[in-house]
């Protein structure tokens, strides 16, 4: 079994940064896709960030140049830098584990964290 537990979320204001920090209790995680996901009041949640077991990884167009996906075997735990954070990026955030890539698409294992809520204020 996979648990994940996210840790780092809070208020923040315009600008700022943020570390969010995802352990995962399991001894397989170094084989382990993992990715950032977020989802805001009324819209479908979204990719963030992901990173494979090789280390690559991708990002949607809206983070490119401020987030920054990483990964600590050692630690089980996969983080998301957040820099020059701004109000669009209000969302609950939550962490992958076990995606998979098919025909260049990311798609989500069956392992979620339970969110953490970031709010960046104006």
């Known amino acids: 079994q996979v648990q994940l537990v996210e840790s780092g979320g809070g208020l923040v204001q315009e600008g700022g940064s943020l570390r969010l920090s995802c352990a995962a209790s399991?001894?397989?995680?170094?084989?382990?896709?993992m990715g950032w996901y977020r989802q805001a009041p009324g819209k479908q949640r979204e990719l963030v960030a992901h990173?494979?077991?090789?280390?690559?990884?991708d990002y949607a167009d809206s983070v490119k140049g401020r987030f920054t996906i990483s990964r600590d075997n050692a630690k089980n735990t996969v983080y998301l830098q957040m820099n020059s954070l701004k109000p669009e990026d209000t969302a609950v955030y939550f962490c992958?584990?076990?995606?998979?890539?098919?025909?260049?698409?990311?798609?989500?294992?069956?392992?979620w964290g339970q969110g953490t809520q970031v709010t960046v204020s104006s």
């Open positions: 992958n584990a076990d995606s998979s890539i098919t025909f260049g698409r990311v798609r989500p294992g069956d392992y």
């Open positions: 399991v001894k397989i995680f170094s084989v382990l896709a």
């Open positions: 990173i494979t077991s090789g280390g690559s990884t």
